[in-house]
């Protein structure tokens, strides 16, 4: 068994995941090791300097830095690993589990008899006995006697000022009983919320893809009552907030211009394309999948449609996307639906400017005022509060911009309406 005393924690993958992980083990007196093929990351972090914007790490990672390295050979020292590398999805929406299989093959190579490994990174339930498992057998280990495989899948909320890596409630799940127990000890150790035992390895695999999955199947619902709403000429925003008056039975979703994040635009298809290999077909999955993908075009139909008002053409016309991040005031791209809206007006041949507040090295103008003067018509993608606060029909009638797709719905419609401005929601 590996003693407390002696226990060095490898955290493989430094992103969204694996770096506040690893900054919440330093803090809990592991000896920690943060291991990241990206040299630049590294590089920063050795600096001292975070490589993401998040409040936890601003607070906690100056007084618990550990020891950041791309070089395999330190990884040989560690008594748990922790795999937090990215769990993509290529063109055709079908799983990529490269760098989950480059981590294993990597730690298999390195680790010691005894040794925990933990995979955090989000997979279909099977990954683990049908991937992961093979690895370390194919290295000689015997899972269960000389090294312990778990599964703990992730939970992290970029932005969120409550819960974060110490708090939020996690599930583990293992091949066996001292595997199981192990993890469970570690994440107690770091964790203040409950660590829930998993049956299986499976059952904990399965429980991110449902989390994830059941938020993506309930934002397609809204998403497509905001569309027929909008036929109906229904306010769908006032009829959820009606809606989530009733204390029991209803959680509210709102419709936007499309799912962003790592997580709910990706996770699904994990499940569907695993059902699939067992005959299983997932059409609910597929459906919501569909309906969210396509609400940046609907987006841009929406503008066009409110420049045919004004008698003006999407080709030439000056738009300004607000916001290129997938969530209000945080700088993450990931899977950011800002690049899809961009891409279907670009297929229109309008004229394209960006900007964002926390991200202005991907933005063409370095402020909103500049956007405004450059734009005769906006499409916000991102609810950061500059733009709610800021954003005014005021601001729009200074610079003469007649039209407005608030694919967030969370401007004023009526002020933007009462001051002459064609103004589309989602669904309102």
């Known amino acids: 068994?590996?003693?407390?005393?002696?226990?060095?924690?490898?955290?493989?993958?430094?992103?969204?995941?694996?770096?506040?992980?690893?900054?919440?083990?330093?803090?809990?007196?592991?000896?920690?090791?943060?291991?990241?093929?990206?040299?630049?990351?590294?590089?920063?972090?050795?600096?001292?300097?975070?490589?993401?914007?998040?409040?936890?790490?601003?607070?906690?990672?100056?007084?618990?830095?550990?020891?950041?390295?791309?070089?395999?050979?330190?990884?040989?020292?560690?008594?748990?690993?922790?795999?937090?590398?990215?769990?993509?999805?290529?063109?055709?929406?079908?799983?990529?589990?490269?760098?989950?299989?480059?981590?294993?093959?990597?730690?298999?190579?390195?680790?010691?008899?005894?040794?925990?490994?933990?995979?955090?990174?989000?997979?279909?339930?099977?990954?683990?006995?049908?991937?992961?498992?093979?690895?370390?057998?194919?290295?000689?280990?015997?899972?269960?006697?000389?090294?312990?495989?778990?599964?703990?899948?992730?939970?992290?909320?970029?932005?969120?000022?409550?819960?974060?890596?110490?708090?939020?409630?996690?599930?583990?799940?293992?091949?066996?009983?001292?595997?199981?127990?192990?993890?469970?000890?570690f994440y107690t150790s770091i964790v203040d919320s409950e660590i829930r035992k998993m049956k299986s390895i499976r059952e904990a695999e399965a429980v991110k893809i449902v989390e994830n999955s059941f938020r993506d199947i309930n934002i397609a619902f809204v998403n497509e009552l905001a569309r027929s709403f909008a036929v109906l000429d229904i306010d769908v925003k006032d009829v959820i907030l009606g809606a989530a008056t009733k204390p029991f039975a209803f959680m509210a979703h709102?419709?936007?211009?499309?799912?962003?994040?790592?997580?709910?635009?990706?996770?699904?298809?994990?499940?569907?394309?695993?059902?699939?290999?067992?005959?299983?077909?997932?059409?609910?999955?597929?459906?919501?999948?569909?309906?969210?993908?396509?609400?940046?075009?609907?987006?841009?139909?929406?503008?066009?449609?409110?420049?045919?008002?004004?008698?003006l053409p999407l080709n030439g016309t000056r738009v300004g996307v607000l916001g290129l991040a997938y969530k209000a005031d945080i700088d993450d791209l990931r899977e950011s639906p800002a690049f899809k809206v961009i891409e279907h007006l670009k297929k229109h041949h309008a004229k394209i400017e960006t900007f964002d507040p926390y991200v202005k090295d991907r933005s063409t103008v370095k402020s909103l005022e500049a956007l405004l003067k450059k734009s005769q018509a906006l499409v916000l993608v991102t609810d950061h509060k500059e733009f709610k606060k800021s954003l005014t029909p005021a601001q729009l009638k200074k610079y003469g911009i007649r039209v407005i797709v608030d694919g967030k719905n969370c401007l004023d419609k009526q002020a933007f309406i009462k001051a002459g401005i064609i103004y589309s929601g989602i669904g309102r």
């Open 1 to 185: 068994m590996i003693r407390k005393k002696a226990k060095i924690v490898a955290v493989v993958g430094l992103g969204y995941v694996g770096l506040p992980l690893a900054v919440r083990a330093k803090e809990r007196g592991y000896r920690v090791i943060g291991f990241d093929t990206d040299k630049k990351k590294i590089a920063l972090l050795k600096q001292g300097k975070s490589s993401i914007k998040d409040a936890f790490l601003e607070k906690h990672f100056p007084k618990h830095r550990f020891d950041a390295t791309s070089d395999p050979k330190k990884l040989k020292s560690a008594d748990i690993f922790l795999i937090c590398v990215p769990t993509p999805v290529d063109k055709m929406y079908y799983p990529d589990l490269t760098p989950v299989i480059a981590a294993s093959t990597q730690i298999a190579a390195s680790a010691k008899k005894g040794a925990l490994v933990v995979l955090e990174s989000t997979v279909n339930p099977g990954v683990s006995e049908e991937i992961i498992k093979p690895i370390f057998e194919k290295a000689g280990f015997t899972v269960g006697i000389d090294i312990y495989l778990a599964h703990c899948p992730e939970r992290i909320n970029p932005g969120d000022p409550k819960w974060n890596v110490t708090n939020i409630p996690r599930v583990v799940g293992s091949f066996d009983e001292t595997g199981l127990c192990l993890a469970y000890n």
């Open 254 to 311: 709102f419709p936007s211009c499309g799912v962003g994040g790592h997580c709910i635009p990706v996770d699904p298809y994990y499940l569907i394309e695993r059902a699939k290999q067992s005959g299983f077909d997932h059409r609910f999955l597929k459906i919501a999948r569909e309906i969210n993908n396509s609400m940046p075009a609907y987006a841009v139909e929406l503008l066009q449609d409110a420049l045919n008002t004004v008698k």
